[in-house]
């Protein structure tokens, strides 16, 4: 089978669970980038952007 697509590496540190859903910082080791996040719908959509300026 062959795969296509990109490859990232995210290392995902939970800090705080409020609000029902995660608080924390999105590392990308590849990028050597760090953000933080307040909701897991933001974590998403980072990592989403990250993966589209691929």
């Known amino acids: 089978m062959e795969q296509s ?3 990232a590496t995210f290392h995902i540190f939970v800090k705080y669970r409020q609000n029902a859903t995660w608080q924390g910082i999105l590392a990308w080791k590849e990028g050597h980038q760090e953000m933080e996040f307040c909701s897991v719908l933001e974590l998403i959509i ?3 952007a990250i993966l ?3």
């Open 5 to 7: 697509g990109i490859c």
């Open 52 to 54: 589209g300026r691929k």
């Open 46 to 48: 980072e990592m989403d």
